[in-house]
């Protein structure tokens, strides 16, 4: 049920699979102290969260974290990554504005996630060596 606050988690290392792990749709900004677009994007992202009562927006420090953020090869900060379904639809750098967040959850939400776990299917099929 939508509440009127949606407070954005902290994910931890203890927290960040039972956090993330049967969500139907969760979106994590990967983050640190010390990045200036990091903490410009923050208000962004948390206002977002309040447009989205039915997502979990989530945050994860890449400097208290650094064993996830190598985890999902994180390399440059902000990143944004989106998950649907246990699946990472969308993982970019770059702080956003909060018209063009507004387009990523959107495409993220309309995606068929039937279809993209086919494609999925259908890539790692590919990708495993023929056998004699």
């Given at each position: 049920m939508p509440t009127d606050t949606n407070a954005v988690l902290e994910l931890t290392e203890e927290n960040f699979g039972p956090s993330i792990n049967d969500k139907a749709f969760a979106i994590v900004d990967f983050w640190a102290p010390w990045c200036a677009p990091c903490r410009a994007f923050g208000p962004v992202f948390a206002a977002a969260a309040q447009r989205h009562p039915d997502a979990l927006f989530a945050k994860l420090n890449t400097q208290d974290q650094p064993a996830i953020a190598a985890h999902f090869n994180i390399r440059s900060i902000p990143t944004l990554m989106v998950f649907r379904d246990n699946i990472i639809v969308y993982a970019e750098p770059g702080a956003l504005p909060a018209g063009?967040?507004?387009?990523?959850?959107?495409?993220?939400?309309?995606?068929?996630?039937a279809q993209v776990r086919r494609?999925?299917?259908?890539?790692?099929?590919?990708?495993?060596?023929?056998?004699?």
């Open positions: 063009e967040l507004e387009q990523v959850i959107a495409a993220a939400r309309s995606l068929d996630m494609e999925i299917e259908k890539r790692d099929a590919a990708d495993q060596p023929a056998s004699a």
